[in-house]
């Protein structure tokens, strides 16, 4: 079992376990198909690496990839939210920054999370996959105003309405100005 990063009274899995059934249920109720590949936080004896999502993500064809994550600290100091995608010295994923980017901004509009920005990194699965993929690391159970946050119901719903607005956002056309239109 790997229930991840834990910290005042939270653990990694349960809180990415209930902000990805409140997000599975914002997208599907637009007409989204969601594909899970985290078993259910009570299912944890069966995990799945990082490369096996990739792969899983890859076979389905999926449009886009969000793995969602919290962060865990030596320095109680540490905290806030951040979004990775992949990107190295010679290249990165344009779309997967852009994702990032609408969901940094999006979290933090909506949230009173520290924006630590989005970042590149190639981790395997942010390489792995063939569509735009993004990791949101959505606070730091080290911290414990982040931990107290996460902790709210009400304010996983918030961070689940700003995630599933930022991937029906990823895919609207964007506004054009007045001076655009013809």
């Known amino acids: 079992p790997d229930p991840g990063v834990s910290g005042h009274g939270l653990t990694e899995a349960l809180v990415a376990d209930d902000l990805t059934r409140r997000i599975e249920g914002r997208l599907a109720a637009i007409g989204t198909q969601v594909i899970v590949t985290r078993p259910p936080s009570q299912f944890l004896d069966t995990g799945v690496s990082d490369a096996q999502r990739a792969l899983i993500a890859n076979e389905v064809r999926a449009d886009l990839v969000v793995s969602l994550h919290t962060d865990w600290h030596l320095s109680p100091k540490a905290h806030g939210v951040a979004t990775y995608y992949f990107g190295s010295a010679r290249t990165k994923s344009a779309l997967g920054a852009r994702l990032a980017e609408i969901i940094q901004a999006n979290v933090t509009r909506r949230t009173d999370l520290v924006n630590c920005h989005t970042q590149a990194k190639t981790w395997d699965l942010l390489r792995l996959t063939r569509m735009p993929t993004v990791r949101v690391e959505v606070g ?8 107290a946050r996460l902790a709210q119901p009400r ?28």
């Open 140 to 147: 730091y159970l080290s911290h414990a105003g982040d931990a």
């Open 155 to 182: 304010f996983r719903d918030t961070l689940a309405e700003a995630v599933a607005a930022s991937a029906v956002s990823f895919f609207s056309p964007l506004a054009t100005s007045s001076a655009d239109e013809v």
